[in-house]
């Protein structure tokens, strides 16, 4: 039976279009565990064995190489622990999970690019929400948030390092090529950048990178290239994916958008809810650092291993009716959901939590308040979209004929 999930695994990593959710539950069911050649690591589904991974820090660690790891960055926070991850990642944190700046100029901004993309869509009768609203949203507010208005021009690099990371599990060599290629022209473009804000600071945060300081010295300009690197890719696929595949479920469901065009209160848990159902990152390698068991398997030190975290977001004995999509699964508690208190895994949890988790909701959130007042809902123009991808999964494109909103259907 092992051997059958294996195969099943090994034949979504590598772009197969079964049901990737009867594969999870199927895997949880008959092999919690299993070995994976094409990932050359262990696998695990079950929301206990991946809450335990993520919280382990004697026996689980990060990734330091190979398939699955995201050294494609350079060293980040993601490979840092004890006190110098915690004080560098408050240097990301006074940022990204600042409530005066999520609450203020931070949403200010959000309303405005979003309002201003939604503008130039127009009364198109067909358009593409993915391409024209989804992704380059987050894009063009981390470029924003950075000081690097050029970012947004370089959207296929950020796309190429990110698919030479965790995405790239089964060690790809033509991909890892891409993407290394693609990470020298990001530190040729980001290069002078930082010479230019350690000679003249600003507000943004490529500027505080640029002059923070560590044990009394400055960060140095590698560190630095690997920070823009990990945000310019990693700060674009959480939204991203996340806001198409909630769209695309959500013009599925007419009756579900119109409910939440009557009752607003239930975006924020209609968020929440869509990053559990439908993650828009699935699986999270970690390494094994000490010898351990897990579901009665031994573990070896040295030895990878991924989550499923997509998987344990639908393990039935931690959630009601996992495999059901509930709008109002999250009332009063979906903020719960993007920190510490968290019992989605979808943006990690402990000490790895994902930091830029709170800008994601803010922009989802915000994103999906713009689209509701401006479409009374949408028909697929060329049929509903299929999800693809395995690590980052999402709809590919999401074109749609929307229906205006007061210009009747």
Partial sequence: MATDIADRFEALLFGGDADVNAFYRDARNDAPIFWSDAFNGWVVSKYDDAYRVLHDEEHFGPLSGGGGSTVIHGRTILHMEGVEHRRKSAILAKYLRSKPLLEGPQRDYVLELGAELLDAIGSEEVCDLRQAFAMPLPLRVTAWIMGIQEAPNFSQMYDEIAAGGGQNMSGDAEVHALAVAARERLTDFVTPLII?????????????????????????????????????????????????????????????????????????????????????????????????????????????????????????????????????????????????????????????????????????????????????????????????GFVFRSPEHLRVCPHTAGAGQ
């Avoid at 560190?223 to 595949?245: H, K, M, N, P, Q």
């Avoid at 495999?323 to 949890?349: M, P, T, W």
């Fill in 196 to 388: 230019e804000r350690r000679a003249n600071p600003g507000d943004d945060l490529l500027s505080v990178l640029c002059s923070t300081e560590y044990e009394g010295e400055r960060l140095s300009d590698d560190e630095i290239r690997s920070f823009c690197s990990f945000l310019l890719a990693a700060g674009i696929e959480t939204t991203d994916r996340g806001l198409s595949s909630l769209l695309k479920k959500l013009f599925s469901d007419p009756e579900l958008w119109e409910r939440l065009r009557s009752d607003r209160s239930l975006v924020p848990s209609a968020v929440a809810e869509s990053i559990r159902w439908a993650p828009p990152v699935c699986a999270l390698a970690r390494g094994v650092l000490e010898a351990t068991e897990l579901q009665g398997q031994k573990l070896e030190a040295g030895e990878k291993i991924v989550m499923l975290l997509a998987s344990a977001n639908r393990d039935d004995d931690h959630w009601d009716q996992p495999e059901i999509y509930v709008i109002d699964r999250f009332a009063g508690n979906e903020e719960a959901q993007y920190g510490a208190r968290a019992k989605v895994l979808s943006f990690g949890h402990g000490r790895h939590l994902c930091t830029g988790s709170l800008l994601a909701r803010l922009e989802m959130i915000e994103g999906l308040h713009l689209l509701l007042d401006r479409f009374e809902g949408a028909d697929f123009a060329d049929g509903v979209p299929p999800e693809q």
